[in-house]
């Protein structure tokens, strides 16, 4: 059974840092594209930040970068460190995963195979 869980998030108060994981088991992932997206209440699930197989290329939304940072250290994790968070970073994050992504291109929903069940992060203000 393939399976993507998320860990790390919480509470927060802005300005504060977070660090989110996701495990993968169930296949190997390291020919994947891992990425994160966020949804909010009343909002659309969006796009976050992505990493290409073998941690060749990253990929940010305009809203996080340079505040986030997105990694991963094998086949199996993945890691979204959030620093300088705002209110309106505040959603639920979720791990996602896709085997047809080739490495020169960010992880689109449409593209994505496996998503985790999603991890909370509030930023109070």
């Known amino acids: 059974q393939v399976q993507l869980v998320e860990s790390g998030g919480g509470l927060v108060q802005a300005g504060g840092s977070l660090k989110l994981s996701c495990a993968a088991s169930?296949?190997?992932?390291?020919?994947?594209?891992m990425g994160w997206f966020r949804q909010a209440p009343g909002n659309e699930r969006e796009f976050v930040a992505s990493i290409s197989r073998a941690a060749v290329n990253t990929y940010y939304a305009d809203s996080v970068k340079g505040r986030f940072t997105i990694s991963r250290d094998n086949a199996k994790t993945v890691y979204l460190q959030m620093n300088s968070l705002k209110p309106e970073d505040t959603a639920v994050y979720y791990c996602?995963?896709?085997?047809?992504?080739?490495?020169?291109?960010?992880?689109?929903?449409?593209?994505?195979?496996?998503w985790g069940q999603g991890t909370q992060v509030t930023v109070s203000s």
């Open positions: 996602a995963a896709g085997f047809r992504t080739p490495p020169g291109r960010s992880l689109q929903i449409a593209a994505v195979d496996y």
């Open positions: 169930g296949r190997t992932f390291g020919s994947a594209a």
